[in-house]
């Protein structure tokens, strides 16, 4: 039976990037949506068809025909929304970050736990076929030792034009409402002025943190660090004896530029990643005795296979590629940074 899909919160990211694509899924039926903009979901449920229009979460989740939901919502109000939907038995792809705290997201990896649920956390490009390239031929060159053995890494992330190659959804000139349910936006020990960089930073810059983790090691510790109060960072990461530094700046106009080299003795894999909306994939750039090559696809994106990937792990009750609990790291080391800036040594 296919799963019937429910998305909650319909804005530009929830139409465009989620909406959209799980609509275009046909192992799956998006059933419901919800958003506190009544007008908002009328107007995308009648866009993408969709049969069935909720004014909240609670009453999205209280409807039989959803077996897993979509939640797109403010980041404060992700954790409380998705602690809700596993507590109702339902699997859950939500947006990044999970959580602000590594305390909030345990509490919802425990919950999956115990209902023993699929839960994905959206870091879009792991599922980019780029990137699955460069995976491919990191583990090839590490296995061959023909470049050598790793001797460093350097990744970057400065913000600029997101990408957006279409329109792909409606909007309302309805305000979000307030008076919904809000996790705190950091830990305890964070003082006031410096939450909002720490949000700008979880939502931005835990894209080339998870990812050079799912390249270089899942458990990295942090060796450096050194953050702005605006969120733009450079911190460098340990994965067991390799440096991973990161230059990380959010809000330049121009183009969005990101990526992640990864030096061997003898050459380099570098990952060209394109802005986060653009339909089109990351490039894998080799270098070995002064020649590059560079290997391209077939312009698929990362959202659709993201999507594709969510109701193929819940129908075969796979892990997914970025799964809840995997996704508590990228907390943690966002913690462990923000707390030496705190105190004074970032």
């Known amino acids: 039976m296919k799963p019937g899909i429910g998305i909650i919160g319909t804005g530009m990211v929830g139409q465009m990037c989620h909406l959209a694509n799980f609509a275009a899924n046909p192992a799956c039926r998006v059933v419901a949506i919800a958003d506190l903009r009544p007008d908002l979901a009328a107007a995308a449920a009648q ?39 596993l507590n109702s038995g339902r699997h859950v792809l939500s ?29 879009m490009k792991r599922h980019d076929a780029g990137v699955a390239r460069a995976l491919e031929v990191l583990a090839r060159l590490r296995k061959d030792q023909s470049l050598g053995r790793v001797v460093r890494a350097k990744g970057w992330c400065f913000g600029g034009d997101t990408g957006r190659s279409r329109d792909n959804f409606v909007m309302t000139g309805e305000a979000r409402p307030d008076g919904i349910e809000l996790w705190q936006d950091g830990p305890d020990w964070m003082p006031r002025a410096l939450r909002p960089g720490y949000d700008n930073f979880l939502n931005v810059f835990s894209h080339i943190i998870n ?46 530029r990101e990526g992640l080299t990864i030096d061997f003795e003898r050459g380099a894999v570098t990952l060209d990643l394109p802005p986060p909306f653009a339909e089109q994939e990351a490039e894998v750039i080799v270098e070995h005795d002064g020649q590059s090559t560079r290997l391209t696809g077939e312009g698929s994106w990362a959202f659709r296979r993201q999507a594709d990937a969510f109701v193929s792990d819940i129908a075969e009750r796979r892990i997914p590629l970025a799964s809840g609990e995997d996704s508590m790291t990228d907390i943690a080391l966002a913690e462990t940074v923000w707390k030496r800036r705190a105190s004074g040594q970032a």
């Open 47 to 85: 866009k993408f068809g969709i049969p069935q229009v909720y004014g909240t979460h609670r009453e999205l989740l209280a409807d039989s025909a959803v077996s897993a939901v979509v939640v797109v919502t403010k980041r404060r109000a992700t954790g409380p929304i998705v602690l809700d939907a």
């Open 95 to 123: 947006e990044k970050p999970m959580a602000y705290t590594t305390a909030q997201a345990t509490s919802l990896v425990e919950a999956a736990r115990r209902q023993n649920l699929v839960y994905s956390i959206g870091y």
């Open 211 to 256: 990812l050079a983790r799912y390249l270089l090691g899942s458990s990295p510790t942090v060796a450096e660090s050194s953050v702005e109060t605006s969120g733009a960072a450079r911190i460098t990461l340990d994965f067991d004896g390799i440096a991973c530094t990161l230059d990380l700046v959010n809000g330049s106009e121009g183009a969005w």
